[in-house]
């Protein structure tokens, strides 16, 4: 049976593509409906004498009442459609009553955390109290000014004074630098002037050079020394160090036989012998030095024999007669002499007609006693000594923070020991970055974390007439913080019912009837709603009390901005944080939840695949972007998932208790974060003459460089469109390039300095492409 409704001339057929942000449900507006109407009077025999044209006719004002209704209902039509969708809907809260339909719960927003460095005066230790809250200054957020933010010590702890700071000593260097061009040696052992030929001997490979210069250097050390220049670079092997290796000079020098062979006599110079014009005491394993005036070289012998050379060969006399005539001959032996003859395990690079003017050293003896210089760095794995530090702590040290001279910083877990007077700090996180001389040591080091404390906060009474019940926290937004659970975060709301503690679920479902829970939900506000009634009811007049903190976010304070302690601590003397704070994020917005949401009904509450780790590691705060790949454990005895993540390096254990949730019990997982390599790449581009070219260039520096609003977006060259040991391939730069609008040629593009011609490049192991220190030009002008 046809519907009349489908020949109506107003009705427009439904062509609803996917990935619409706004579905075209509306058939019409009033206008529409209210042409089509009057269009259809005439269709209609019972209106046949219906002839009313005024404005006031009660058929014409009921005709333009159905329009109206008409376009109201088609208005609602569309809005109900659109928020029944995920990707459509608008309105505030559907997003999130979406994705709670998959068991999706969003992330709210993380505090974050920060190592605070505490000095201490006198000499008592210092107690600081759980709750100590320190606050930092207004800072440049990413958005604009940011206000002050107050972060909290978790557990009470102790500052001893005698630890407060300390240089830490310069490290010794151990290795040889390459290229090298010169030495530093003890004053009193330095045996060689300007002009004279040495030989570095690294226990591997031999240098040979002349000495430039001996000069006394301007140090900052009691022991004199002096400077060995180099007319020549040496590059020593990439293990050598100061302790194995000696400086060298010759004790004598000698020739080269230089007479040509007679007969079958050896060559002069072979590939691997050389014959000297004498006889000379020398043996396997040293080392001789070869000079022809414009090359050099050094080789080991490998072992010495004995040859003989004809001085004079054989002749033959003939006796005469006083006529002349023949009677005999005498045959005169040929004289010859014994030279040595040196074989090498290296080979030479001269000919038989360098003999001449080739001058040997040998009988080698040290030219000086090499001083090993101080290292301008401190790097992860050097040793830390601190002279000054004499007297054990009278506290437990499990943290310690290192600033350099520029004000870098880096914090580990470590320990101090009084009896050698030095530190340990672990292997990882790694560092990142060397820090530059001198450098103190931070000894009274403690996390704080973001939020303020709201100590019992009444939320309401109790009434179990009603089956749920619903109280909203005054403060916004809770604070929760990164801690090694499921969820990869914890909460700090605690919530008492009459004075006994009720537990926080994520959800009512398969509950006991008894069961004395609630759950918490956040709207796109920030606010924090407390359910109650899944569970157990409310019990009458039971008061509803609230202890909680309150402040998150990704905008995190910088170096040196946490200094102000709320209240004063007798003993405190100050606080700062040498390094910015780490782990903030915002909560999910409704843009995100559209993608975060879906991605998690894949993984169906299970990280099986690679592809299961990587996105449930990149949902977690404080993670740009994460990588998953099989590799094999340390002793390369297994495979492991590895995940790679951009993210702060203190958030790995977070990280790894979260993926472990969602994996087999036994599952081998390690997550790592990854090192940032600064990039640099520059484009130069020919504009098409009918566009305007600072639109032009703004928008390829926009293809490359914009910021990331939603997972999947941003620029190419973001960190999080890369990915940790992520491959930039040139072809993708190109079309990214090309694709804009008004580019009419890509003339050149440079990468890192160098022109960007090969298939792609790698970062190196275990790091990602960071152009956000290295920097994005188009034509000359930089990504903001």
């Known amino acids: 049976m046809t519907c009349p409704c489908d020949a109506h001339p107003c009705r427009t057929p439904l062509a609803i593509a996917a990935g619409l942000t706004m579905l075209p449900r509306a058939p019409g507006l009033f206008p529409d409906w209210r042409e089509s109407l009057l269009a259809a009077i005439g269709r209609e025999s019972a209106l046949d004498a219906w002839r009313a044209r005024e404005s006031g006719d009660l058929g014409l004002m009921l005709v333009e009442m159905g329009a109206y209704v008409f376009d109201v209902a088609s208005f609602y039509d569309q809005l109900v459609a659109n928020q029944s969708y995920l990707r459509t809907a608008q309105l505030a809260g559907t997003q999130r009553r979406h994705v709670e339909l998959l068991g999706y719960l969003p992330r709210p927003a993380v505090g974050s955390q920060a190592w605070l460095a505490a ?342 009474m109790g009434d179990a007439s009603l089956p749920f019940q619903t109280f909203r926290l005054k403060k916004k937004p809770l604070t929760y913080l990164s801690a090694a659970t499921a969820s990869g975060r914890k909460t700090t709301l605690t919530v008492y019912v009459g004075g006994v503690r009720w537990q926080e679920a994520d959800s009512f479902y398969g509950l006991a009837a008894d069961a004395t829970v609630y759950t918490v939900r956040h709207d796109d506000e920030g606010h924090t709603d407390l359910h109650f009634g899944g569970g157990a009811r409310l019990p009458s007049g039971a008061v509803v009390v609230a202890n909680y903190r309150f402040g998150a976010g990704a905008a995190v304070p910088p170096a040196d901005s946490i200094k102000q302690v709320a209240r004063p601590v007798a003993g405190l003397r100050r606080v700062r944080n040498p390094l910015a704070a780490h782990g903030g994020a915002d909560a999910e917005t409704p843009a995100e939840l559209t993608v975060r949401g879906p991605q998690s009904a894949l993984l169906l509450g299970r990280a099986v695949s690679l592809p299961d780790f990587e996105t449930a590691a990149a949902a977690l705060a404080g993670v740009r972007a994460a990588r998953a790949a099989w590799r094999w454990d340390a002793q390369g005895l297994a495979p492991v998932v590895d995940v790679a993540v951009i993210g702060d390096a203190q958030l790995s254990p977070a990280i790894l208790a979260a993926l472990r949730a969602l994996a087999e019990a036994d599952a081998p997982i390690t997550v790592h974060a990854a090192a940032a390599q600064p990039a640099v790449m520059a484009v130069d581009i020919a504009i098409d003459a009918l566009h305007v070219p600072e639109e032009v260039v703004a928008a390829v520096r926009q293809a490359l460089f914009a910021p990331v609003l939603l997972p999947g977006s941003g620029g190419l060259l973001r960190p999080e469109r890369l990915g940790p040991d992520g491959v930039l391939f040139q072809s993708a730069v190109v079309a990214a390039v090309m694709a804009v609008a008004g580019v009419a040629e890509l003339r050149a593009l440079v990468f890192d300095g160098t022109p960007f011609v090969d298939v792609g490049r790698r970062p190196v192991a275990g790091a990602y492409f960071d152009f956000e220190s290295g920097g994005v030009s188009v034509n000359g002008v930089p990504a903001p």
């Open 119 to 460: 000095e201490a005066d006198g000499t008592r230790v210092v107690t600081l109290p759980a709750g100590m809250a320190v606050r930092s200054g207004e800072f440049a957020g990413p958005a604009g000014p940011e206000p002050p933010q107050v972060f909290e010590l978790e557990a009470a702890a102790a500052a001893e004074p005698r630890i407060n700071r300390f240089e830490v000593k310069r490290v010794v260097a151990t290795t040889l630098p390459s290229p090298l061009t010169g030495l530093d040696a003890k004053a009193g052992s330095v045996r060689v002037r300007a002009g004279e030929l040495v030989v570095l001997d690294d226990g591997s490979t031999l240098g040979v050079a002349h000495v430039a210069a001996v000069t006394r250097p301007l140090l900052r050390i009691r022991e004199p020394v002096l400077h060995v220049a180099f007319d020549t670079a040496l590059l020593p092997a990439a293990s050598a160090t100061y302790t194995a290796s000696r400086l060298l000079k010759a004790g004598a020098r000698s020739g080269v036989w230089k007479l040509a062979p007679v007969g079958s006599e050896p060559a002069v110079i072979g590939s691997h012998t050389l014959s000297l014009d004498t006889r000379l005491n020398l043996r396997a394993g040293d080392v001789i030095a070869l000079d022809n005036g414009s090359k050099r070289e050094a080789h080991r012998i490998s072992a010495v024999t004995e040859v003989k050379y004809t001085l004079i060969p054989a002749l033959t006399s003939d006796l005469q007669d006083a006529g002349g005539t023949v009677t005999g001959h005498v045959v005169s032996p040929p004289i010859q002499v014994a030279v040595t003859q040196l074989n090498f395990t290296s080979t030479l690079g001269y000919a038989v007609a360098d003999a001449a003017l080739l001058t040997v050293h040998h009988t080698m003896l040290d030219a000086a006693t090499l001083h090993a210089p101080l290292k301008d760095t401190l790097a992860q794995g050097d040793p830390i000594a601190m002279p000054a530090f004499a007297d054990a702590p009278r506290v437990p040290v499990t943290r310690l923070l290192l600033q350099d001279v520029h004000g870098d910083a880096v914090a580990t877990t470590g320990t101090l020991n009084a009896t050698t007077r030095s530190a340990s700090g672990d292997a990882s996180p790694a560092w990142g970055r060397e820090l530059w001389a001198p450098v103190q040591l931070y000894g009274n080091v403690f996390e704080v974390t973001r939020g303020e404390t709201v100590k019992d906060e009444t939320l309401g």
